[in-house]
């Protein structure tokens, strides 16, 4: 993260939808909380948070819901790790970009929530299901950032106070193995979201999010069909096989409904495949990312102030090597319609 004179340029210098959202999920946490000191009801606040049970009478709610972080822990996690990642993506993918992305990834998981409860109360016939949950917070938002890190700079490798290293593109199936943890001792709410903000984000960015093919100098680009960004890559490769055998039928249903929009042109139909494998191959992707972030920032009118963000310095620091792997079995698929394998 750039260091800059005082946190108060700091907060001038955030793109605008980042402080807007920061902003908003803390006024909307703290009302949270005083409503909830002043009510011996544990659940005095349907209208912003997510209860399956009457959230059909508070539409809303299903946006609500991801700005309220019930617990000061939760708020200030969110704080630390929320705000500086969107700052950095608003800058690589601009405003409209940024907002379809926080928008699709909480509703649309707070929606998949919803249903899995009322199945589940139908299921079990528990009234638990459906008034005794509360679904809230931004751990999809959370896990949909880790995709979108994973999708920019895959092969970045972090460190947490100089003991817990890993690589950027391992930390989402990371945090939906803890999800799965959580989930299976009882605590299905608010961990459950976590593995559909993975699933919801990783769709929208695949398959239907607009590329910045002006920035680049290409015609637009939607989603990302690259073969490092396969579905089947987030699986070990002992599961390979029948991984790729649903997604590519899923895939294909999906095209033949037209629920996924064509390819197109590919951002990366002007290349030629880059020696040393997938690794070289994410090396030269995050170059574009870093390419596109910098004709962005180089536009704007405080561009001498708003440094890149600590994933953009350490991912220029960071130097990969190239090396050769196979890759039989995950070749992505194409036909003349312009389909592509969501593996």
């Excluded at 108060?8 to 210098?13: D, E, K, L």
């Excluded at 890993?166 to 299976?184: C, D, G």
């Excluded at 559909?196 to 680009?221: A, H, I």
Aim: aromatic share 14%; net charge neutral.
């Amino acid at each position: 993260m750039t260091i800059l004179s005082s946190p108060v340029q700091y907060v001038v210098s955030t793109p605008p939808v980042t402080r807007a959202f920061a902003a908003a999920t803390v006024v909307l946490s703290l009302l949270y909380y005083w409503i909830s000191w002043s009510s011996s009801d544990p659940y005095a606040t349907p209208y912003l948070i997510l209860v399956p049970g009457t959230s059909i009478f508070y539409p809303w709610s299903f946006l609500t819901a991801g700005l309220v972080e019930t617990s000061l822990i939760e708020l200030a996690v969110t704080i630390l790790f929320i705000p500086p990642s969107l700052r950095y993506f608003e800058r690589l993918w601009g405003t409209i970009e940024t907002i379809k992305f926080i928008a699709v990834t909480i509703v649309i998981s707070n929606i998949i929530a919803f249903g899995l409860s009322w199945i589940e109360y139908f299921v079990f016939q528990s009234p638990a299901f459906a008034f005794g949950i509360q679904y809230h917070g931004q751990m999809a938002l959370q896990t949909g950032i880790l995709v979108a890190f994973t999708q920019a700079i895959p092969e970045h490798q972090i460190q947490v106070f100089g003991v817990f290293k890993a690589r950027v593109k391992s930390l989402p199936m990371a945090y939906n193995t803890f999800s799965v943890i959580m989930s299976v001792i009882g605590y299905q709410s608010p961990y459950l979201l976590i593995q559909f903000g993975w699933l919801v984000s990783y769709v929208w960015l695949r398959f239907y999010k607009k590329g910045s093919g002006d920035s680049l100098g290409g015609p637009t680009v939607y989603g990302d069909r690259s073969e490092t960004f396969a579905f089947v890559m987030w699986f070990p490769p002992f599961a390979h096989g029948p991984v790729s055998v649903l997604a590519d039928t899923l895939c294909s249903l999906a095209t033949r409904l037209h629920l996924i929009p064509s390819a197109g042109h590919d951002i990366e139909a002007g290349y030629t495949q880059v020696p040393g494998g997938a690794r070289a191959e994410a090396e030269r992707r995050r170059a574009m990312a870093l390419k596109a972030l910098d004709q962005r920032m180089a536009g704007g009118p405080s561009s001498s102030t708003n440094g890149p963000t600590m994933p953009s310095n350490a991912s220029r620091q960071h130097q990969a090597t190239p090396h050769s792997r196979s890759n039989s079995g995950m070749d992505p698929k194409s036909s003349d319609s312009g389909e592509d394998s969501a593996r």
